[in-house]
């Protein structure tokens, strides 16, 4: 029964009876209309779905339509390109243990390491001294089972850290730490090669305070490389929470005692491709073969560190630096033997 007209709340109105007493939203013969428009299939574009929700939506206002947004199409995919896989990696070296890897649930970080460091930052000043244009890769010397090893690439698309045999001889270590691998190495052309197998050493890199040490996983791999002595993969690169700059030529990582980092040496990296070109039509031209033989000479060796508190010495107190030349020794000024510096003899 409805009001007078004098009676009725001005401060309310309808718009579709276009008087006053009620709003238009509580309007319950506009509301029974509007489910009767619906239940014979109009303004399906104000609901939900573009469904009929009956008395769920009386005393309510229309819903406005809804835009969905339209899907990507993205290009057909012709095929698929890999990087270099296999070793330990992902899980291990067995099919069950890759598997078990595969399925496992990814889980978010929610607790801080413990570690407290600086950003990571490369800087402009950080670029002087290095040659430009380049696109040079990087080659650092870290220190492997107390040696100084030269000439190891960093390789941020490798799933193992690598060590050449011939390497790992020179460590001075028995083979039979040297534990069974089954799994192959992939490289990019699709060939696989079988490993000797895993050797667990001690890898420390950076200096000082900024110094961090690591027990990394090596694949011992029997095969001649003259260009570098091993590579540092993804394993350790993730285990030290590593950055790679190869416009800097530069590693740095998080320590506690601050940013460490490990420099590439340019001029090395470059002798390091030169030496791994095969030479062209068969056959190298009389002064590129001399350097190339001259470089591979000058860095080919692992050499033990040489430092100050004799870490890296021998039961014996020698050096015990493993080279292929005599190294002489020579003042930076004739007659003060205070400062020197070591070239090989074969190449004075």
Partial sequence: MRSAPGRRDKTRYCEYHREHGHNTN?????????????????????TAGGAYRGSQRQGKSPLPPQV?????????????????????????DSRNSRKSYARRTVYAITRTSSVKSNPVVFTEEELMGIEFPHDDPVVIAPVIANFMVERMLVDTGSSVDILYLGTFDKLQLPRSIIQPLSTPLTGFTGHSIKAAGLASLDLTMGTGSTSITVRTQFTVVDIQDQSYNGIIGRPTLTAIRAIVSPAHLKVKFPTPGGIGEMSGDQQKARRCYQVSVPPVNG?????????????????NSVEKEDDEMGLFKDDEGSE??????????????????????RVGSRLG
Avoid at 283 to 299: D, F, L, S, V
Avoid at 320 to 341: D, Q
């Fill in 320 to 341: 015990g630096a493993m080279t292929h030349e005599e190294i002489i020794v020579v003042p930076f000024r004739e007659g003060n033997t205070e400062r020197t510096f």
């Fill in 26 to 46: 509580e309007c319950r013969i506009l509301n029974a209309e509007i489910e009767k428009l619906i239940k014979r299939g109009y303004l399906k574009e104000y």
């Fill in 68 to 92: 969905k947004p339209e899907p990507t199409e993205f290009p057909r995919l012709t095929g698929r390109i890999d990087t270099i896989s296999g070793g330990p990696a992902g899980g291990g």
């Fill in 283 to 299: 056959k190298t031209k009389g002064i590129q073969a001399k350097r190339a033989r001259e470089n591979h000479m000058e860095i």
